[in-house]
Antibody
Framework: QVQLQQWGAGLLKPSETLSLTCAVY????????WSWIRQPPGKGLEWIGE???????NYNPSLKSRVTISVDTSKNQFSLKLSSVTAADTAVYYC??????????????????????WGKGTTVTVSS | DIQMTQSPSSLSASVGDRVTITCRAS??????LNWYQQKPGKAPKLLIY???SLQSGVPSRFSGSGSGTDFTLTISSLQPEDFATYYC??????????FGQGTRLEIK
């Protein structure tokens, strides 16, 4: 049973850098992409970015200039840094695993991806 | 970006009711559509993937259908533990996934 445990600073001042880490327990670390997703108070979910065990990353274009996701394979951990935070970055931040299922078609293979394992979330508040 | 629009935004229903939530994509996404359930203070939980495949461990009263731009999540007989917020999510443009705004299901 894969579990994600996340931690990081919960209160930041504007212009500071948000830093969160997520540890993966009980399952394979390689072979998956590991994501960060956030949810502002009372609002919906926003994908921030992802990384795999090799360090290959993908970022949401709307946040790309401020986001860095890194990986430490020796500890089965991945981390999020978001620079120059403002009140708009106040949210619950989740780490999650991008799982997937492959379906064989007549000619091609189709990959259906989804977020199947989630951390419990970390509340981050940006306030002066 | 592919925009996902859910309707209704909120819904009141009673235990035992059959409930349907709709999700519309701004462009065709084939069957690349997932559904999640989120309870207050908790992380989302995957219910349905690939539009109609039930995630392991999810009760069979949950079902999904649709393809292209229009999708539905149906709960055949509401149970007390089903009152939550539901989100659709497109995986067509993985890794650049996007979510619907959510549908809050409340007790009538």
């Amino acid at each position: 049973q894969v579990q994600l445990q996340q931690w990081g600073a919960g209160l930041l001042k504007p212009s500071e850098t948000l830093s969160l880490t997520c540890a993966v327990y009980g399952g394979s670390f390689s072979g998956y992409y590991w994501s960060w997703i956030r949810q502002p108070p009372g609002k919906g979910l926003e994908w921030i970015g992802e990384i795999n065990h090799s360090g290959s990353t993908n970022y949401n274009p709307s946040l790309k200039s401020r986001v860095t996701i890194s990986v430490d394979t020796s500890k089965n951990q991945f981390s999020l840094k978001l620079s120059s935070v403002t009140a708009a970055d106040t949210a619950v931040y989740y780490c999650a695993r991008r799982g997937g299922t492959m379906v064989r078609g007549v000619i091609e293979q189709y990959y259906y991806y989804y977020m199947d394992v989630w951390g419990k979330g970390t509340t981050v508040t940006v306030s002066s | 970006d592919i925009q996902m629009t859910q309707s209704p935004s909120s819904l009141s229903a009673s235990v035992g009711d059959r409930v349907t939530i709709t999700c519309r994509a701004s462009q065709s996404i084939s069957s690349y559509l997932n559904w999640y359930q989120q309870k207050p203070g908790k992380a989302p939980k995957l219910l349905i993937y690939a539009a109609s495949s039930l995630q392991s461990g999810v009760p069979s009263r949950f079902s999904g259908s649709g393809s292209g731009t229009d999708f539905t999540l149906t709960i055949s007989s509401l149970q007390p533990e089903d009152f939550a917020t539901y989100y659709c999510q497109q995986s067509y443009s993985t890794p650049a996934i996007t979510f619907g705004q959510g549908t809050r299901l409340e007790i009538k």
